[in-house]
């Protein structure tokens, strides 16, 4: 039987135990070991070297706005908070700015396969600012409004209508991700985020009216005054809605980092063990329903190009998450976006004060990156085999990269064998593969090979593995 076609199990004391930080794993390594080395010569010079490969990559585009209209306290993400949509006229001038720079780095025959907004709100945007943004892309890189394509937008749907949704797809926006959160009001007053039903009905309903090929919705679980009855009503509508797809995301509780953060009473988050179950309900009521469980956060109706992409062995992970398109090369555009280029990881300044002053210089906004050593491409690749696919065929792996997989693996694979114990892998002569238990705790599993977690401090810097 195939690993991902196993239910996982959800087991809460072996769950428990397992519950630390550490890595997502969206890339290896992971954003911490970026470092100011690797500069804009750097970016250029892996953007020419994508170009020059025997069968070029497409191109996947993500586009970061970091306009809100208010701040949701939980968010952990770089955005700017203004009610005034013209603060958004000075980044725009800026953006395109950038995108006149990247567009020519990269050969125009190459297909924009990808496409995904994201931010703080980008909806904050109107659909003249957003229309502008969409023809500025179209005048750099080979974009399709029609045809073949994955074009997304994150939407907060307090800011948006159905007449807005349908334009977009003019635009040639075809997935949309609506945040939820939770809809009960006691949850949305603590983090500041009030949003009813309806609001979000609407949003979807167009979507689909408007011919979008895929319809998900975000939730997450371990806010303030969670409880399982109201996270409860809350599936109960979500699961009403219907999406296509839904991620359920662990609230990560880190204030030092973010300041909106603050605003929240400690006192009032679910204790660990309430956090559990409000996962644990969430799993079974989406399992349920016939969703399935595609890895990580990420829940898809059986029928969604995730789960065929998994079942067919071509998933893949980046920077939105699980992807259908893992061939792209990745162009972050806008302050604090990261690339993906060919062996190469890189992101933009992380404050707009950076970004501006680069681009007005004329300069990539590259504030930091990372070149990937031939160890770390190795051990990306296997991290990716188990958090996509659960199973990693060990002489097959070491034919295709020219290595004995025991000999170089000795170490990782004792551990692996101590979590074996615990039924989360089965590892035998050939083969690792995730069990049903162990389904639940992918990062916990890939953690063995991260080459960059000898030290016990490095882990502070993530969020909990559940």
Known sequence: ???????????????????????????????????????????????????????????????????????????????????????????????????????????????????????????????????????????????????????????????????????????????????????????????????????????????????????????????????????????????????????????AHLPKLFKAQRQIDANELPDPATRLALFGRAFKRLCDAGYVYVGMDHFARANDELVRAQRSRTLQRNFQGYSTHGDCDIIGLGVSAISRIGDSYSQSARDLIGYEAAIKAGRLPVARGISLSGDDIVRRAVISELMCHGELDMHGFGDLHQLDFGDRFAMELDRLREQAADGLVVVDDATIRITARGRLLLRNIAMNFDAYLNNPAETSRYSRTI
């Open 1 to 251: 039987m195939r690993t991902d076609t196993i239910v996982p199990e959800f087991d809460a004391h072996l769950i428990a135990r397992y519950d630390v930080a550490g890595p997502r794993y969206t890339s290896y390594p992971t954003a911490p070991q970026f470092h100011t080395g690797f500069d804009e010569g750097a970016l250029r010079a892996a953007a020419q070297a994508s170009n020059e490969d025997l069968v070029p990559r497409p191109l996947s585009v993500y586009v970061h706005v970091p306009f809100c209209f208010s701040p949701c306290f939980y968010c952990g993400c770089m955005r700017v908070i203004t009610r005034d949509i013209a603060k958004a006229d000075h980044y725009l001038e800026l953006l395109f700015r950038e995108i006149a720079m990247v567009g020519p780095m990269f050969d125009r025959d190459r297909p924009l396969k990808q496409l995904h907004f994201g931010g703080g709100t980008p909806n904050y945007l109107d659909l003249p600012r957003m229309t502008s943004v969409i023809e500025t892309l179209e005048r750099h890189f080979d974009y399709r409004r029609r045809g073949e394509r994955e074009y997304g937008i994150e939407i907060d749907p307090r800011f948006a209508d159905g007449r807005y949704i349908k334009e977009l797809a003019t635009l040639g926006f075809n997935r949309i991700s609506v945040g939820i959160q939770d809809f009960d009001p006691a949850v949305q007053q603590a983090v500041n985020r009030v949003q009813n039903v309806e609001q979000t009905r609407e949003v979807l309903d167009a979507a689909r009216a408007s011919g979008y090929g895929s319809v998900s919705v975000d939730l997450i679980y371990g806010l303030p005054r969670q409880t399982l009855d109201g996270f409860d009503r809350t599936l109960d509508e979500v699961l009403g809605l219907a999406p296509d797809r839904i991620a359920v995301y662990g609230y």
